[in-house]
């Protein structure tokens, strides 16, 4: 009876060995580091993790998620998302009816270019026939003289078109040589508390400002890499001056100091450790230059967007 006992003691300790054994190796299995492949083209890498605390918008799921797909031996470079390249031949302005009414500086580098006036928050509405031109020699223009094609409030409600109320537009007349202008509203009643939005485009012209970020969707701790240049149809135009800034979806504006590169562009590196925006949508960059081409004054403003995404796992 007594060895009965001690065969089926030794019989339990070498099962338990066993188990013990075969359970260090699961672990060990377990424990092992993924080996992920190298980074391919267009493949976005985590470099740094967000906390909780730096985005508004978090996924608060914790379920274990599995996926696959086959893939070739080969990739496609040309298949990687390439970025948007933002492109522009006109520029904007925000000002007040007070500037409005003393005249506001507009510079045009080709005939026919188009002015579009937006009030703002409420604004009184402004007809275009209303307006004046003034060139630098003293020159006064109204009417024809000034403006063709003009269209009011009520014809871009007519016509459909997304702008907002109050919208009004006019294009500058062929008579009038492209260069320097003053606008004026003459008969708008200044309160010093209505704002517009004045756009200038210049549908005619060949000078062109483009802009493009090394990427269109970016990971938190990543840098945005962003060029500009100015240039016509023939040749890259020299900058005189230029600033920007980058809009969250919320309205929040960031400073960005671009610098002038070695091929004369400018370009401006920024990385991006923001908190997430609390409103979903994309980011933009964007660029206001100015120029000179044959004496005359050139001013384009461009803007590109792009996606930002806060990780929180890899």
Same mark, same amino acid.
């Given at each position: 009876?007594?060895?009965?006992?001690?065969?089926?003691?030794?019989?339990?300790?070498?099962?338990?060995?066993?188990?013990?054994?075969?359970?260090?190796?699961?672990?060990?299995?377990?424990?092992?580091?993924?080996?992920?492949?190298?980074?391919?083209?267009?493949?976005?890498?985590?470099?740094?993790?967000?906390?909780?605390?730096?985005?508004?918008? !978090?996924? *608060? &799921?914790?379920? %274990? @998620?599995?996926?696959?797909? +086959?893939?070739?031996?080969?990739?496609?470079?040309?298949? =990687?998302?390439?970025?948007?390249?933002?492109?522009?031949?006109?520029?904007?302005?925000?000002?007040?009816?007070?500037?409005?009414?003393?005249?506001?500086?507009?510079?045009?580098?080709?005939?026919?270019?188009?002015?579009?006036?937006?009030?703002?928050?409420?604004?009184?509405?402004?007809?275009?026939?209303?307006?004046?031109?003034?060139?630098?020699?003293?020159?006064?223009?109204?009417?024809?003289?000034?403006?063709?094609?003009?269209?009011?409030?009520?014809?871009?409600?007519?016509?459909?078109?997304?702008?907002?109320?109050?919208?009004?537009?006019?294009?500058?007349?062929?008579?009038?040589?492209?260069?320097?202008?003053?606008?004026?509203?003459?008969?708008?009643?200044?309160?010093?508390?209505?704002?517009?939005?004045?756009?200038? !485009?210049? *549908? &005619?012209?060949? %000078? @062109?400002?483009?802009?493009? +970020?090394?990427?269109?969707?970016?990971?938190?701790?990543? =840098?945005?890499?962003?060029?500009?240049?100015?240039?016509?149809?023939?040749?890259?135009?020299?900058?005189?001056?230029?600033?920007?800034?980058?809009?969250?979806?919320?309205?929040?504006?960031?400073?960005?100091?671009?610098?002038?590169?070695?091929?004369?562009?400018?370009?401006?590196?920024?990385?991006?450790?923001?908190?997430?925006?609390?409103?979903?949508?994309?980011?933009?960059?964007?660029?206001?230059?100015?120029?000179?081409?044959?004496?005359?004054?050139?001013?384009?403003?461009?803007?590109?967007?792009?996606?930002?995404?806060?990780?929180?796992?890899?």
């Amino acid at each position: 009876m007594l060895i009965k006992t001690m065969s089926i003691k030794k019989a339990l300790q070498k099962n338990f060995l066993f188990l013990t054994v075969g359970l260090t190796a699961s672990v060990s299995v377990l424990a092992a580091p993924m080996q992920l492949s190298v980074p391919q083209p267009g493949d976005l890498t985590t470099k740094q993790l967000g906390s909780t605390a730096a985005t508004a918008l !978090q996924n *608060t &799921n914790r379920e %274990v @998620v599995h996926f696959s797909w +086959a893939v070739s031996g080969k990739i496609d470079q040309k298949a =990687a998302s390439k970025p948007y390249v933002g492109e522009s031949r006109g520029y904007w302005m925000q000002v007040s009816d007070v500037e409005l009414s003393k005249g506001v500086d507009i510079f045009t580098s080709a005939p026919g270019s188009v002015v579009k006036i937006t009030p703002q928050a409420g604004s009184a509405a402004i007809d275009p026939v209303d307006m004046e031109l003034r060139d630098s020699r003293g020159g006064i223009f109204r009417g024809s003289e000034a403006m063709d094609l003009v269209v009011g409030d009520a014809q871009m409600r007519a016509s459909g078109t997304p702008f907002p109320r109050g919208t009004s537009a006019f294009r500058v007349s062929a008579k009038r040589t492209p260069g320097h202008y003053t606008l004026h509203a003459a008969s708008l009643k200044s309160t010093g508390k209505q704002r517009y939005h004045i756009h200038v !485009q210049e *549908t &005619n012209s060949d %000078v @062109v400002l483009q802009m493009q +970020a090394n990427a269109d969707t970016y990971l938190y701790g990543q =840098a945005i890499d962003a060029h500009s240049s100015l240039k016509n149809s023939q040749q890259a135009l020299p900058i005189d001056k230029v600033k920007g800034y980058m809009l969250s979806p919320d309205g929040a504006v960031l400073p960005m100091n671009f610098k002038r590169s070695k091929k004369g562009t400018f370009a401006v590196s920024l990385p991006l450790t923001q908190q997430a925006a609390a409103a979903p949508g994309l980011w933009e960059v964007h660029t206001e230059v100015e120029g000179r081409v044959n004496g005359v004054k050139v001013l384009r403003h461009v803007k590109t967007a792009f996606n930002y995404v806060i990780p929180q796992a890899r």
